[in-house]
């Protein structure tokens, strides 16, 4: 994969570009300061996946990522930061990025965390787990606003195989697994994934989880 570095610490950059580069199949393309840098240089470079940095000077992280989900669709988002507020979780959930990795996090990690967005479409390490259930908490306060009728429609929009399948990929499967789970093709897995964020308006495998957990379709503790 080819990946850019988007983060105003220079020596946590460069130490990070140092472990990705020794991770099979990842080659670190691109390094910027912050995003207006990063959106400057972008065209000059094939990118499948960003590490942006959530709190950056001229052009923050949440600024650079709605750019990117507006002009550059196909590239994955990882969100590194140190900022795990349920307020900063709820903002990376809503603007469509793939996933959330701490700085905290153990470094060996970060290759799972890469390989997971790749195959899954997302990724949450398990040390945010109560900061996602409280993202859930106050998410499931929105539906105070929603008539029971809307709730039952847009559970019954989802099959019983594609509630299945979102599920397994919460389990961390992926659509290879998935399809010998199932016993059916990685195409047709494929197919029912693209069908799921269709049905619940999601614009990333994310979405479809929050969607997914708001209405209970599967419990938190499986993720």
């Not at 992280?61 to 795990?84: A, E, H």
Request: aromatic share 8%; net charge negative; with cysteine.
């Amino acid at each position: 994969m080819k990946v850019a570095i988007v983060d105003d610490h220079q020596l946590f950059r460069k130490s990070l570009a140092h472990l990705l580069n020794s991770f099979d199949e990842i080659d670190v393309v691109l390094q910027a300061n912050n995003g207006k840098e990063f959106l400057n240089s972008i065209d000059e470079y094939e990118i499948d996946l960003v590490l942006l940095d959530i709190q950056m000077p001229e052009m923050d992280g949440f600024q650079t990522c709605r750019v990117l989900k507006d002009k550059y669709p196909n590239i994955y988002i990882l969100i590194i930061s140190q900022l795990t507020t349920k307020e900063s979780i709820h903002r990376v959930m809503e603007l469509g990025a793939h996933g959330f990795f701490t700085k905290n996090s153990d470094p060996n990690q970060l290759q799972n965390a890469i390989v997971s967005i790749k195959e899954n479409g997302y990724y949450f390490g398990n040390e945010l787990g109560p900061v996602i259930r409280e993202v859930m908490l106050w998410e499931k306060k929105s539906l105070a606003n929603v008539s029971e009728e809307t709730v039952e429609i847009d559970e019954n929009c989802l099959t019983t195989r594609e509630i299945e399948i979102i599920k397994l990929v919460s389990n961390g499967k992926s659509s290879k697994e998935i399809s010998e789970i199932l016993n059916i093709n990685v195409r047709t897995v494929e197919t029912h994934r693209k069908h799921i964020m269709e049905k619940t308006n999601s614009k990333n495998f994310i979405g479809v989880v929050v969607f997914a957990l708001k209405y209970q379709l599967i419990a938190l503790e499986e993720i």
